[in-house]
């Protein structure tokens, strides 16, 4: 689980944490740019505090594998472009892209003169790019690829946006909707353009081998709403009597917890083996593949419960390195 900052170099690096293996819990996430597409950003490419590579949601997965070509993804020509529309002064704009529609906007960009590639995503045993060399965050705004407009935000292309000698790159996965959520994409220099990108959701490999077997079972499957914290005990007592393997870890100062937390599972190739749900993120569906053997369900209980803002963070990790707590670092030294 992660929260979402408000501000937008806040949601950026909360992003990056969120690809990492080792984030802990945080708690239930507030509304914001990436909780109204309905799944954070997330981060490619980053300098000390410059985002360069922008992952946004396209189209939803379900877990069920589209029809099309061998590898069970649409053909590139299946589906059409978004609109692409040109401004007086020769920009051009479109909305975000479904998946699907991601190779026939990267060919109708290419025949409307922009410079643009279609990089394929690949797991980390198929792809050994760095990474590196895009553009970050531009002190004009009038610089950036993805421009606010009409209480939406789109593709803005322009010789600003996409200067001369840089290519606009969009990352797309022939075995969607496996893998990574979302659309991702930016601008860097055409001699750095990547031969793929790396797909870093858990379990990616198992995911793409699993296709071409019988699915398998999760067996009994639980559906309950995050709790607030005074709920908490009740949902856990609940979870137990059911089977579920459950802890409380509570969020502490410094000076009364010496666990810094860490060892969550991060996001899944498998979407069908994500923990949380729903456009809110607010439901928490547990079987066998949300919560597997030897991992355990852990609620991360606030410092202050019945503070206004207080809510219940939840994340999976395995049973061996679950803690009684974890120390909050807003807390300070208490």
């Given amino acids: 689980m992660s929260s979402r900052p408000r501000a937008f170099e806040e949601r950026l690096k909360a992003a990056l944490l969120a690809r990492l293996p080792e984030e802990a819990p945080a708690p239930a996430p507030a ?50 472009a978004p609109e692409i529309r040109k401004d007086p002064d020769g920009s051009l704009r479109f909305k975000l892209p479904e998946h699907d529609q991601i190779p026939a906007l990267v060919d109708r960009l290419k025949e409307l003169g922009v410079q643009v590639s279609l990089v394929p995503k690949r797991p980390r ?55 990574e959520q979302g659309i991702g994409f930016g601008v860097i220099e055409t001699s750095k353009v990547p031969s793929c990108t ?36 009740e949902a856990v007592r609940s979870l137990q ?7 409380v870890t509570e969020k502490k100062p410094a000076s009364e917890c010496t666990h810094v937390g860490g060892g969550y599972r991060g996001p899944q190739a498998d979407p069908e083996a994500e923990l949380s749900r729903g456009p809110e993120r607010s439901t928490l569906k547990i079987n066998s593949k949300t919560v597997p053997p030897g991992y355990t369900l852990v609620f991360s209980k606030p410092a ?29 030294e208490g």
């Avoid at 705004?141 to 606010?148: D, G, R, S, V």
Wanted: glycine residues 12%.
């Fill in 125 to 179: 045993s198929q792809c050994s790019e760095p990474g590196g060399g895009y553009r970050g965050p531009q002190a004009d705004p009038a610089a950036e690829i993805m421009q606010h407009s009409d209480d939406d935000f789109r593709f803005k292309v322009n010789a600003k946006t996409v200067p001369p000698g840089y290519t606009l790159t969009f990352s797309w996965a022939d075995y969607h909707p496996l893998g």
């Fill in 31 to 80: 509304r914001s740019f990436a909780r109204r597409y309905g799944i954070p950003l997330a981060v490619g490419v980053v300098t000390a505090v410059v985002v360069a590579v922008m992952v946004v949601p396209g189209s939803t997965r379900n877990g069920s594998l589209p029809a099309g070509g061998p590898t069970g993804s649409p053909s590139p020509s299946a589906t059409d």
């Fill in 304 to 332: 202050r419960p019945s503070g206004p803002n207080a809510t219940v963070g939840y994340g999976v990790k395995e049973t061996s390195r679950v803690t009684p707590c974890e120390i909050d670092f807003s807390l300070g």
């Fill in 241 to 247: 009597e059911q089977g579920v393997g459950v802890a």
């Fill in 198 to 233: 790396i797909d870093y959701s858990e379990g990616l490999d198992e995911a793409l081998k699993a296709r071409s077997e019988p699915p398998k079972d999760p067996g009994k499957t639980i559906e309950i709403p995050v709790p607030e914290p005074g709920e908490l005990a």
